[in-house]
């Protein structure tokens, strides 16, 4: 969808470059072009913290594990709208959702990825992820053709 949203406002700006329409839509094809991209973005980083925080999770100690969930407790807990059960609220969430929380409360506490350089500053995990699947399937290839490292949420 955001694709389309995204060539829709292409193919305005080309129309009013090629003078075929007013230069007026070329302005509303520049603003679709600039939202389809900072979705992207906004998913791409979401994406990205949650498939390293997978990974990053898997790899801690049980006592690491135990503090990264109590920093996600807390996160979730001092929210705007605060979530009153925080390990019901997190099983029922995807484990893309779930892992973007994790990557919060992982930076929160000063655990760095296990791969790459740093977190993404992410502030909804849960909304920005939703739909978000082409960009999930491309964080995914670019770690695995980076790093060699296949992470999946199929196990979770």
Do not use: C
């Amino acid at each position: 969808m955001v694709f389309w949203f995204g060539m829709f406002g292409f193919l305005l700006v080309i129309g009013a470059l090629s003078e075929t329409i007013h230069w007026g839509w070329s302005i509303l094809g520049l603003t679709f072009i600039y939202s389809s991209m900072t979705l992207f973005r906004q998913r791409y980083k979401a994406a990205s913290n949650a498939i390293r925080a997978k990974y990053t999770f898997d790899l801690l100690s049980e006592s690491d594990r135990d503090e990264v969930m109590e920093s996600v407790s807390n996160l979730m807990s001092t929210a705007k709208y605060p979530v009153r059960d925080s390990e019901d609220t997190l099983n029922f969430m995807r484990p893309e959702q779930r892992y973007g929380f994790i990557a919060l409360g992982m930076s929160r506490i000063g655990i760095p990825p296990k791969i790459g350089n740093e977190w993404y500053e992410v502030h909804n995990p849960f909304s920005e992820i939703l739909g978000a699947h082409r960009e999930i399937a491309w964080v995914k290839h670019q770690i695995k053709r980076k790093y060699g490292v296949d992470v999946n949420f199929d196990n979770v």
